[in-house]
């Protein structure tokens, strides 16, 4: 059983900077493909970014290629997103994940089986 707990949200200026951080409080994450979904009010949950276990290489949604960067500690069980360059659209509760996603389903949220609590963040002047 994996616990995730995100941190790192909060409001920021249009253009800002924040990091998010999410650690495995139970178990581990080495095995898991780890990455990060967001929910705007009233749109659907979306893939933002997530990497496989075997590859150090990320993938992103193209709305945030460029802006935002994942990263991961395995010795501690640990994921990171730095996000640069926020938009008001970037607006939303961010959800840590792991699960058994591979390359075809790295995008999609039933390939997940562990979801933090979320952690919001609000983009406005």
């Known amino acids: 059983q994996v616990q995730l707990v995100e941190s790192g949200g909060g409001l920021v200026q249009p253009g800002g900077s924040l990091r998010l951080s999410c650690v495995a409080s139970?178990?581990?994450?080495?095995?898991?493909?780890v990455g990060w979904f967001r929910q705007a009010p009233g749109r659907e949950r979306e893939f933002v970014t997530a990497?496989?276990?075997?590859?150090?290489?990320?993938y992103y949604a193209d709305s945030v290629k460029g802006r935002f960067s994942l990263s991961r500690d395995r010795a501690n069980s640990a994921l990171y997103l730095q996000m640069n360059s926020l938009k008001a659209e970037d607006s939303a509760v961010y959800y840590c994940?792991?699960?058994?996603?591979?390359?075809?389903?790295?995008?999609?949220?039933?390939?997940?089986?562990?979801w933090g609590q979320g952690t919001q963040v609000t983009v406005s002047s």
């Open positions: 139970k178990g581990t994450l080495s095995a898991f493909s």
């Open positions: 990497m496989r276990p075997s590859n150090s290489n990320p």
């Open positions: 994940v792991a699960g058994r996603a591979i390359t075809s389903t790295i995008a999609s949220a039933s390939a997940y089986s562990y």
